[in-house]
């Protein structure tokens, strides 16, 4: 419960302060969450004997890591809607509520369902490190998504500007 508090009340700052690093944040949380999966098993890779502090500090890290990429989630989505063409509104807001919503709670369904399969299946540490790849493996991608979407806002700055112009021009003159 520490943790969470610390971090949500950490993001919650960095968020109201910094909003041009929150998409950093939730890569860094991945990162976070990735390294902290890895280390709770701990991987039978890194031949690290598992002891309990050690377990206690990783679901320590994995709350505190995704408490940085959780909260920034819901304003990004909002933030990335409005860019794409959605009208600012209370439409906007419950659309993508409702999305945040359904995404989050079919995780809380299928999260705990394939885990709980997969330690059935090998054992707790591999479990471990399978879901330290899937954060890792999301983790790049947004990163990689990131970069690429900067780059490209950074060429073409006017190019954008122009045809958001162009699209809100009337095609017909309504006299």
């Known amino acids: 419960l520490c943790f969470l508090l610390i971090s949500c009340a950490y993001a919650d700052l960095s968020l109201s302060l910094l909003q041009t690093i929150r998409k950093w944040l939730l890569v860094l949380g991945g990162f976070g969450t990735a ?33 940085m990429s959780g909260i920034p989630t819901f304003p990004e ?26 995404v989050w709670s079919a995780g809380m369904f299928f999260g705990p369902t394939l885990g709980g399969y997969t330690v059935q299946k090998l054992n707790f540490p591999w479990a471990s490190v399978i879901q330290g790849g899937i954060a890792l493996l999301a983790t790049l991608l947004m990163g990689l998504y990131f970069i690429i979407e900067g780059v490209q806002k950074k060429r073409s700055p006017q190019v954008a500007e122009n045809e958001s112009n162009s699209e809100r021009t009337l095609l017909l003159n309504q006299s």
Do not use: D, H, N, Y
Not at 47 to 58: A, G
Not at 90 to 102: D, E, N, P, R, Y
């Open 35 to 67: 390294i902290g999966f890895f280390l709770l098993g701990p991987a039978p890779i890194l031949q690290i004997k598992s002891e309990l502090w050690l377990f206690v500090l990783m679901l320590g890290l994995i709350g505190f890591s995704l408490g």
């Open 77 to 102: 989505i909002l933030s990335c809607a409005i860019e794409r063409g959605f009208e600012e509104g209370l439409s906007t807001l419950g659309l993508v509520s409702g999305l945040f919503g359904a």
